[in-house]
């Protein structure tokens, strides 16, 4: 067992945080990482109210463990926050924009806020709004992230922003990574792409074997999945998805992208209908080399903490 | 006290390699880190043959300790390679091109090669090349480098070219990062813009003031630097440096600052002249947030692997 500010506030058996890719991390992935004694999160994202309510539903229903939920600052309102509340998590993660409007709504509920940071100004804005708990995410992370790397961006953010417990996320997919983490002063890792690659996760199988096939090299930060599925993200935020055939076609070509948006919209909506990976997104972080099979999420948390454990003590025997 | 594969391989007392950084890892720098029980790597950088007889000879002048060389693979050739050989250097380092036409001759003359790969694929040319260690570099690094960020791609080379023992690269300036390094599976950190910012590297004092005062998100990659200063850098290589007003003036208007390069190069040179580094680049990595004042080599080496000595200890801490 690892025991960290992670684990004491949520009553945890492992220092690890299911990251909220949305779309991916349902109520099914959220309860499963609950149950094997970390902290599921149920991805959000954009706040689409029929999507969180089924999922939430069936994360309170199968489990009876601490879990939570993840939301996209920019993209929700107030009655996503409330509808999100309603479900009683005992934790909300905010990413990607400002958090302070939000954070004593999600605390007046006795709930934990955990704030999602790309950089120390960020992490800033994180502490203002009342963060229990800041992520530092470095850009090897899959999906939308900055451009900041974990490991000088972690040791950083813990600095800037103490005695807030921070967590590392990006690049982490098994135990080296989480220890790694530890040893630069976080309380636990936020882990996705490894969790995209699971038994439970919602996605394609076919997604997820891509995931298993990729190699490091081939994932990229790029805006054309969002503009031709019409998303405004924010300047500076890029997803970081697996290369494919779309990619190769729009990328450095943006704005001949938004000229062809009409067609090109529709392709892609039936890309998605066919399950056709080469034209639609399969988010991923630079981890993938590091993820060899789909697993359950039980058999990875519980991996993944063996082996942080023994990396830990491995390091400390390098001590004379 | 922390012993490591490398340690064990040159007789060290800390796990630390100093970064050959070109035209600030001089003789009195390596010396110092070598001094100190680290391993100090003169910065070699291009090849100059009166530079690098002055540095080595310097070098081998100020410490009776193990200390080596780095060398830019693809700007040099077997005259360099040789030259560099005749001061007996315990280490010679390879970055940036194919490691393969030098191996040989570098472990015939009782030499450790060392070789620095910014992905799987160069590991493996590494591995082929016969290094005697690898080291893993990371985006984050200051200078030239790859697109890889250092926390997955370090434990990725450790894998694929197990057993040979791998260092981590890129955003490592204290013990955190080192003790992170050391979980990750590497065998030590190489570290370079914390010891551009010591007393003993080359360089202007207003140079390491500016990585003093900087901030993670003040540094980029980008080839400008490389244009005009008319160095044919192989696709993929850019390098991180600190922001300043020459960025700014021709960041992604790379095409015109080539049309504009006589005037724009001769104004460069005089920039250097002037020590003017809102013109002139100050190569740095994002770990420039954990660096608050110019010291000694000596003490940063100290204080460096104490503080990863503790951090082992606290993260072993945490184990229940």
């Known amino acids: 067992m690892i ?42 994202g954009y706040g689409d109210a029929a999507w969180l309510r089924k999922e939430l539903f069936s994360t309170r229903e199968n489990t009876s463990r601490p879990w939570g939920v993840g939301l996209i600052t920019w993209a929700v309102n107030q009655r996503v926050i409330d509808l999100v509340l309603s ?37 800033r804005l994180a502490q203002q709004a009342g963060a229990d708990l800041i992520v530092a995410q470095g850009t090897e992370a899959g999906g939308h992230g900055g451009t900041r790397a974990t490991l000088p961006l972690v040791p950083a953010v813990v600095d800037a922003v103490a005695p807030t417990p921070v967590l590392a996320a990006g690049g982490i997919a098994d135990g080296r990574g989480l220890a790694a983490a530890l040893a630069l002063g976080a309380h636990g890792a936020l ?23 990729a190699h490091g090299n081939e994932t990229l930060r790029t805006p054309v999945f969002d503009i031709v599925r019409g998303y405004g993200w924010p300047q500076g935020y890029y997803g970081r998805a697996l290369h494919n055939a779309f990619v190769t076609r729009w990328s450095g070509r943006e704005e001949e992208l938004m000229q062809a948006l009409p067609a090109e919209r529709t392709a892609y909506h039936e890309a998605m209908g066919d399950g056709n990976f080469d034209t639609t997104v399969v988010w991923a972080g630079e981890a993938v080399d590091l993820i060899h099979s789909v697993e359950d999420a039980a058999a990875l948390v519980e991996r993944i903490s063996l082996e942080a454990e023994a990396r830990l003590r491995a390091s400390a025997a390098l001590l004379r």
């Open 3 to 44: 025991q960290t500010g992670l684990t004491d506030l949520f009553n945890l058996r492992h220092p690890i945080v299911l990251a909220p890719m949305a779309g991916v991390a349902g109520g099914q992935l959220a309860a499963a990482v609950s149950n094997a004694g970390g902290l599921g999160l149920v991805g959000g």
């Open 191 to 213: 882990i996705g792409t490894r969790f995209y690659a699971s038994t439970e996760a919602q996605g394609r199988p076919s997604a997820k074997q891509r995931i298993v096939a």
């Open 87 to 123: 479900y009683q998590p005992d934790a909300v993660m905010l990413s990607f924009g400002d958090p302070r409007p939000y954070g004593a709504f999600v605390k007046a509920a006795g709930c934990r806020l955990i704030c999602q940071v790309q950089d120390l100004n960020e992490a």
